[in-house]
């Protein structure tokens, strides 16, 4: 039933990694993967039942030669979300400067604010996170001191995430 939508080639610590992007016939798809650095530490507030939320930017920055064959930078801010547990785990091992792996779903909402004026907002809803730093850095635990501690940085999968 499921069938090869495209392949996706990235470049990553000097290695060829290929996705392979795969949809049911007749289904969109809404997957975002992001590999940056945290621009500021995750805020994190609890919603009256319990449930844990954190948010916080990544800037992803894109490297290219300019028409003068100078390296210009240009850099995009992204608004990242984490709910429940992955929120709880984002609040204790995630910092500024952090570089992290988030893989999830581009969300818009909308809200009338206090003028009377429609907002928008587009955010990453992360379903996955998985912390980059090396090893012995400040400003982040690692993924094996995160898993011996316990802890893993990704959702629980759901019945979306199971391939049949």
Not at 154 to 159: A, H, I, L, V
Request: hydrophobic residues 40%.
């Amino acid at each position: 039933m499921w069938k090869t939508f495209g392949f996706f080639l990235c470049l990553y610590a000097n290695k060829v990694v290929i996705l392979a992007v795969k949809t049911l016939l007749g289904m969109s798809f809404n997957k975002v993967i992001l590999i940056g650095n945290v621009g500021k530490d995750p805020e994190v507030r609890h919603l009256e039942t319990g449930i844990a939320v954190a948010s916080f930017t990544l800037a992803t920055t894109e490297r290219y030669k300019n028409r003068n064959g100078e390296l210009q930078d240009q850099t995009e801010w992204h608004n990242i979300v984490c709910w429940r547990n992955l929120a709880e785990l984002s609040e204790k091992y995630i910092r500024k400067g952090s570089q992290i792996f988030v893989e999830g779903k581009i969300r818009t909402r909308n809200w009338t604010d206090q003028t009377g004026n429609k907002r928008y907002t587009t955010e990453i809803l992360a379903d996955n996170i998985r912390l980059l730093d090396k090893k012995g850095s400040q400003t982040a635990v690692s993924p094996v001191e995160a898993q011996s501690a316990g802890f893993a940085l990704e959702s629980e999968p759901t019945d979306n995430d199971l391939p049949f």
